[in-house]
């Protein structure tokens, strides 16, 4: 069966230090890949996707950036946080170009930028 | 365009007693429909899925929802409250693939004993 890894499981982390967060996907091949931001109080905010290996889609400007540097790891990076880059970040899954999938989720990182 | 409505920020309800959780949506191709759970500080957990079958579609833990073309609805309910369901549930609608996911803002269930 398909399992999606996400760490850590919390982070807090200064204004203007860098933060690397990892995702991994396992049981499944050539997955499609997200990054999604939830902040306190309201819905889920897509952040990247990614349909396979070095391609990466931005779907808001954003002090952040992600990476696919493997076929089943996807990387959301920055290199100075921000006040406002607080929340609970999840990780995301789905089977590749199949019309009305779902997201299988990871359990998510709570940043908390200081 | 498509976009999701949960109708209720909050909902209480009393152990055993039935639960409604209410979502409407906007679509302009025949949509796929998804109610997700989340528990504090975790991920998301698909509950069901409608995908242009039955319109009535039962989920785990004794959930369902009804797809209501003609009220453009997709409400959620369950006989029974639990203690254990006490989550914030997600309404999603997609036209096309995962990536085009769109999240409504949430609907915080509180079950009291």
């Known amino acids: 069966s398909q399992t999606i890894h996400q760490w850590p499981a919390t982070l807090v982390q200064p204004v203007g230090s860098p933060l690397s967060l990892e995702c991994t996907v396992e049981g499944t091949s050539n997955p499609n890949l997200y990054w999604y931001r939830q902040a306190a109080g309201r819905g889920l905010q897509l952040l990247f996707y990614s349909v396979g290996i070095g391609q990466i889609s931005s779907e808001v400007p954003q002090n952040l950036s992600a990476s696919r540097p493997q076929d089943r790891q996807f990387i959301l990076s920055s290199k100075k946080l921000l006040l406002s880059d607080s929340g609970f970040y999840l990780c995301?899954?789905?089977?590749?170009?199949?019309?009305?999938?779902?997201?299988?989720f990871g359990q998510g990182t709570r940043l908390t930028v200081v | 365009a498509q976009s999701v409505t949960q109708l209720d920020s909050h909902v209480s309800v009393s152990e055993g007693t039935p639960v409604l959780l209410r979502c409407n949506y906007s679509?302009?191709?025949?949509?796929?429909l998804f109610w997700y759970v989340q528990h504090p500080n975790k991920g998301l957990q698909l509950l069901l899925k409608?995908?242009?079958?039955?319109?009535l579609v039962k989920g785990i833990n004794g959930f369902e929802a009804e797809f209501k073309k003609s009220e453009t609805s997709f409400h959620l309910t369950k006989p029974s409250a639990h203690m254990s369901d006490a989550a914030e549930y997600f309404c999603v609608v997609s036209e096309g693939s995962a990536r085009q996911l769109t999240f409504g803002s949430g609907t915080q269930l509180t079950v009291l004993p």
């Open positions: 995301a899954w789905s089977v590749g170009r199949v019309r009305g999938t779902e997201a299988f």
């Open positions: 409608y995908t242009s079958a039955a319109t």
């Open positions: 679509s302009s191709y025949s949509p796929s």
